[in-house]
């Protein structure tokens, strides 16, 4: 049974610090893992997608890495600002032919100006 | 293009009363999702709906949740006798069709249900 698990919970950095979220998960056999943004209360916002064949992935200040031998992977966000925070979410789509995710408790993060 | 609907984005019930929640994907979308959501932990998969078939559901969805994607457009998730343990956001995700990348789920907003 796959679980995802997140580290750390919660984060509270001075703004323009570099960040790094992690995820892990413990069947290697994914087939995506997708990294969301929830703000309080609302729905969840689509951040990246990694496929399995792919390391990494890149939107302006995010990067993604994936190492899916080692069941692990990071979302680093640069000089980060007070309009990053929120809950990031990392889930993980098991390549066994069903398309649900299976998600992570989250980091809550809050960043300070 | 417009994102993923959710009709309504709150409900307050008393606890035995039914509730239906409404999912209106993005056009085109053939795949649509159901998750919850309680206060502090991540979603949990529900049900799948690819088109009109609904392909898989989880343990989670009791005989009292049945949900509905009729002609393959919006979906229906309805609560029978609602308990207070189904106090939690409602989160819908649509895909399009094709393999890979077109996997990535858009969410919408979700409804928020609170059941007193």
């Known amino acids: 049974k796959q679980e995802v698990t997140q580290i750390p919970a919660a984060l509270s950095v001075p703004e323009g610090e570099n960040l790094v979220l992690n995820c892990s998960f413990t069947?290697?056999?994914?087939?995506?893992l997708q990294w969301f943004r929830q703000d309080p209360g609302k729905g969840l916002t689509s951040l990246l997608l990694?496929?399995?064949?792919?390391r990494e992935q890149t939107s302006g200040r995010l990067n993604a890495s994936l190492d899916k031998s080692s069941g692990r992977s990071t979302l680093y966000i640069a000089a980060s600002q007070p309009g990053d925070s929120a809950t990031y979410l990392c889930?993980?789509?098991?390549?066994?032919?069903?398309?649900?995710?299976?998600f992570g408790t989250g980091t809550r993060l809050k960043v300070l100006a | 293009d417009t994102g993923v609907s959710q009709d309504p984005r709150h409900k307050i019930t008393k606890r035995g009363q039914n509730v239906t929640f409404r999912c209106d994907p993005i056009?085109?979308?053939?795949?649509l999702y159901w998750y919850r959501q309680t206060l502090g932990q991540g979603p949990e998969f529900l049900t799948y709906?690819?088109?009109?078939?609904?392909?898989?559901k989880s343990r989670l969805l009791s005989d009292r949740f049945s949900a509905e994607r009729p002609k393959g457009s919006f979906s229906t998730l309805e609560i029978q006798r609602t308990e207070q343990g189904d106090s939690a956001m409602y989160l819908c995700?649509?895909?399009?069709?094709?393999?890979?990348?077109?996997?990535?789920?858009?969410f919408g907003p979700g409804t928020r249900l609170t059941v007193t």
């Open positions: 995700a649509s895909s399009p069709p094709g393999a890979g990348a077109y996997y990535e789920q858009y």
């Open positions: 056009s085109e979308h053939n795949r």
């Open positions: 709906f690819q088109n009109e078939a609904q392909l898989e």
């Open positions: 069947d290697s056999a994914i087939y995506n």
């Open positions: 889930a993980v789509m098991g390549a066994s032919g069903t398309y649900k995710y299976i």
């Open positions: 990694i496929q399995s064949s792919q």
